[in-house]
């Protein structure tokens, strides 16, 4: 089966801009989460969809994430207006179910906001 | 938050040493996984321990899990360069990572 894609896998963009990552997951897996790690931290949670819907979204540092998932397929995460603490590596996994099931990553996506 | 927490941040060994790494973890769980993370890449899946399994083996992978402690080690033996990666806990609860254990294997 194909793997998770993200794309873009690197963006470069000035504070003030806007952003848009998109994530494929594996086909047939409901649940799909986003991630982001600063480096040498940690692997900080943003949100987890359950098809099209938000299951949690507690991890969304402010209102300038937002995150979703159109027919419960393909995801985006947009940030708008990007400040500088939002550079980070921002990783998508997916999985066929909510427990007992394996995380699938994709490679992520650099982003530098400068 | 079920947050894993992994221990030691960075750990330094010989080829063909065992590492071993510890996760921790706040309260009662279903299953805990084990994943590594190569420089540049993607978290990729370990192996899963069910919280009434007390160990778990694949290839010179040894998990543990102590509930009653709520913790879990990883023991990699006979360790090679190649295993050199980050590596990271989460119960399926929530699926939230630590900063993970910096493993280099020096050859």
């Known amino acids: 089966e194909a793997g998770v894609t993200q794309f873009p896998s690197h963006s470069v963009i000035e504070k003030g801009q806007t952003v848009t990552l998109r994530c494929d997951p594996i086909?047939?897996?409901?649940?799909l989460y986003w991630y982001r790690r600063v480096m040498g931290k940690e692997i900080k949670f943003l949100l987890h969809f359950v098809k099209e819907s938000k299951q949690d979204e507690s991890g969304m540092p402010n209102n300038r994430f937002l995150a979703e998932r159109t027919g419960g397929t393909y995801s985006t995460l947009k940030v708008q207006p990007a400040e500088l603490e939002d550079s980070g590596v921002y990783f998508c996994a997916s999985s066929r179910q909510r427990h007992n099931s394996p995380l699938h990553f994709g490679n992520g996506t650099r982003l530098t906001v400068t | 938050s079920q947050q894993g927490e992994e221990d030691p941040q960075a750990l330094s060994i010989q080829e063909g040493e065992n590492a071993t790494m510890n996760c921790s973890y706040k309260?009662?769980?279903?299953?805990l996984q084990w994943y590594r993370q190569n420089s540049g890449r993607g978290l990729v899946h370990l192996i899963l321990i069910r919280s009434n399994e007390r160990e778990k083996h694949s290839g010179r992978l040894r998990v543990t899990l102590d509930t009653s402690k709520k913790s879990s080690s990883l023991l990699i033996t006979a360790s090679r360069a190649a295993d050199t990666a980050s590596y990271f806990c989460a119960t399926d609860d929530d699926m939230r990572f630590g900063a993970g254990t910096r493993l280099t294997v020096k050859p």
């Open positions: 086909s047939g897996h409901d649940n």
């Open positions: 309260t009662s769980i279903n299953n």
